[in-house]
Structures are given as structure tokens and as C-alpha cells.
């Protein structure tokens, strides 16, 4: 496991290093291609309710143009809040990802960075915001207005540090998309209505691309996604 560990901040440390390098005009390049090849895919434009991360102001492909597509064609957008957790007594607290309701473009323009520039919801919103696993909030499972609800995702669009050929995903280090996924295939309520999973499409610019025979180093937690799109326009899937 340390090796495993140790394997996994390397090639962070590499691909972050390369990321820097890259000019603004590029990623704003790659992220338009990257955005209309997501449009284009059958499985967005047929999800309902999506999750989406917000992105960083620079690293990242952006992610602005994909929720104001989402707003406006009528999907429910839902995007991460990461909140502290209480854990058994004598345990240490533990960081966790929810994913909340987006309800405007114009609530989207209001977010105020967080210590990583990513636009962020106020801790104040939270529990009148629906959560995808059903309810409100963070820790209210019911509540009236979600009652007739199903709770559930139809896509989810993923970052990354890094990610290859076979779909596989290298984080930012917290473990946030993947412990959220665990919780998400083992919701009980959530399963009634929605047995199946969401449809996990990771977003990259083509420098995060490892090239063959290198691969992202995994263990069984490290949860694999459906496609990657690429800033150079491809899509990474079992059909490619």
C-alpha cells in the first residue's frame, strides 16, 4: 500500500508539473472541444439530473460552459459541497463530498472562490439545497418538498489529475469522488428508485493523458469512469 501510495504522488507530482506549464489559451482551446464532445453525447443529453465539479481557475478543463448548457436545457444540476463529518467517539473527523442543487446560472455567478479558486457554496445555503441522495441538506434524509422526488444521478462529469487508456482515474489525493460513489452504490432509499449507477464521464486536457504502456497506479477503493473525454477531441470508452 505505501508503495501504491507513494506511486500515486509521483505521477501527481509530474502531471502537476506539466499543468503549469501550460498556457491559459490552451486549456480555454481544449476545454471548448472538450464541452461540445460532451454535448454531443447521447448520454448527456438524455440525463435529467447531472453532477458536475466546478473547475478550478486554471489546470483544469473548465466545466462554466457545460453547467450553463445544463441550466438552460432543464436539467437539475447538482454540484460538490465538502463538509466535515462526525465520526464513532474517540474517532477523528473526516471530510466528505454531498452533492447539492445548482437552481440559476445567476446563483452560479454568485459562488465566492475557495482556498483552491473553485466557486463554492455558502455553508448558510445548505439546508435548503436538495441533495442527490434525496432530501435536503447534508443530513436530513425527507423532507416534504423532495417527498415525490427520485433521488439518484443519470451522469456525473468527473475531474482528474490523470488518467489512461483503460479508464483509469487518478485524483487529486482526498478520495472525495470515490468514497462518494461508495456511498452512492450502497444507498438503500436511493436503489428503490434509481437501482442503477450514474453514467461517469472524466473530463481532461490531452497532457493528462498517460500514453501506453504507462498506467495509472489503482487499488480495488479507485473506481474507474464509463469515458474520458480529451482536449484533443477524443473519447476514451470501451467503443473506442
Known amino acids: 500500500m505505501a508503495a501504491l501510495q507513494t506511486a500515486k504522488k509521483d ?12 498556457p491559459k489559451e490552451s486549456i480555454a482551446s481544449q476545454s471548448t472541444i472538450v464541452t461540445n ?10 440525463a435529467k439530473r447531472i453532477g458536475v465539479y466546478l473547475s478550478m481557475p486554471s489546470g483544469e478543463i ?5 453547467v450553463q448548457n445544463a441550466l438552460k436545457s432543464g436539467k437539475e444540476v447538482f ?7 462526525e465520526n464513532a467517539p474517540a474517532q477523528p473527523k473526516s471530510s466528505v463530498m454531498d452533492m447539492l442543487a445548482l437552481n440559476s446560472m445567476e446563483e452560479f455567478e454568485s459562488l465566492k472562490p475557495d482556498k483552491w479558486g473553485i466557486p463554492s457554496l455558502d455553508e448558510a445555503s445548505i439546508s435548503d439545497r436538495e441533495n442527490c441522495l434525496g432530501g435536503y ?16 444521478l443519470d451522469l ?20 472525495y469522488y470515490d468514497r462518494f ?14 437501482p442503477q449507477r450514474p453514467f461517469l464521464v472524466a473530463l481532461a486536457l490531452k497532457e493528462q493523458v498517460l500514453q501506453p504502456p504507462e498506467e495509472i497506479p489503482v487499488s480495488e477503493h479507485d473506481w474507474p469512469v464509463d469515458a474520458v473525454i480529451v482536449g484533443d477531441g477524443q473519447i476514451i470508452s470501451p467503443r473506442s
Open 156 to 175: 456525473i462529469v468527473m475531474p482528474g489529475m490523470a488518467f489512461d487508456k483503460s479508464l483509469r482515474r487518478l485524483g487529486h489525493g482526498k478520495g
Open 11 to 22: 505521477l501527481r507530482r509530474k502531471v502537476r508539473d506539466v499543468l503549469l506549464t501550460l
Open 181 to 194: 460513489l461508495a456511498r452512492y452504490s450502497t444507498d438503500e432509499e436511493r436503489k428503490k428508485s434509481t
Open 62 to 66: 473548465s466545466t462554466t460552459s457545460i
Open 79 to 85: 454540484i460538490p459541497y465538502i463538509h466535515t463529518t
Open 137 to 152: 441538506g447534508v443530513a436530513s434524509p425527507w423532507h416534504p418538498h423532495t417527498a415525490r422526488k427520485s433521488p439518484g
Open 37 to 46: 464532445q460532451l454535448l454531443s453525447l447521447p448520454e448527456y443529453r438524455n
